[in-house]
């Protein structure tokens, strides 16, 4: 398992925070903490020598698409397109904060190459017992 934890929101209580788990008999190599508390990448390696690059991201609640969002998509496109210039499957996945279609307008997936999985239904119910789809993987 690898971490990046949550830091100080700003109200004072812990904001963010983000792991990538596996068995243990799958191996985790060259973690990389790609936006503090926001966004993390390792490899996994697979059997017979294979690896993917696997990355979660947990995106600031209530800002949208804003500079913060925007930043976290900057640093995991770097990433993702150093993973696959070394030669590795990318998949990307978390509470993105955001609906797959403002990630679809910024031009992000095209951007590095990467295509929607998002569920048809509704993954996070909120108070009010409806919320949208959080973010392509």
Same mark, same amino acid.
């Given at each position: 398992?690898?971490?990046?934890?949550? *830091? *100080?929101?700003?109200?004072?209580?812990?904001?963010?925070?983000?792991a990538?788990?596996? !068995?243990?008999?799958?191996?985790?190599? =060259?973690?990389?903490?790609?936006?503090?508390?926001?966004?993390?990448?390792?490899?996994?390696?697979?059997?017979?020598?294979?690896?993917?690059?696997?990355?979660?991201?947990? $995106?600031?609640?209530?800002? #949208? *698409?804003?500079?913060?969002? =925007?930043?976290?998509?900057?640093?995991?496109?770097?990433?993702?397109?150093?993973? =696959?210039?070394?030669?590795?499957?990318? *998949?990307? $996945? #978390?509470?993105?904060?955001?609906?797959?279609?403002?990630? =679809?307008?910024?031009?992000?997936?095209?951007?590095?190459g990467?295509?929607?999985?998002?569920p048809?239904?509704?993954?996070?119910? $909120?108070?009010?017992? !409806?919320?949208?789809?959080? $973010?392509?993987?």
């Open positions: 398992a690898v971490f990046a934890p949550a *830091l *100080l929101g700003p109200a004072g209580g812990p904001s963010g925070g983000v990538i788990l596996t !068995r243990r008999q799958v191996g985790l190599s =060259r973690p990389t903490v790609l936006v503090p508390g926001r966004a993390l990448g390792a490899m996994v390696e697979l059997q017979r020598g294979a690896a993917v690059a696997v990355a979660t991201v947990y $995106g600031h609640s209530g800002s #949208g *698409l804003g500079p913060d969002n =925007r930043a976290i998509l900057s640093r995991l496109g770097d990433w993702w397109q150093e993973a =696959r210039e070394a030669g590795a499957e990318v *998949l990307v $996945g #978390g509470d993105w904060n955001l609906p797959p279609t403002a990630v =679809r307008q910024a031009g992000w997936l095209e951007a590095v990467g295509r929607e999985l998002a048809p239904n509704p993954t996070c119910r $909120g108070p009010s017992g !409806r919320a949208g789809i959080r $973010g392509p993987a």
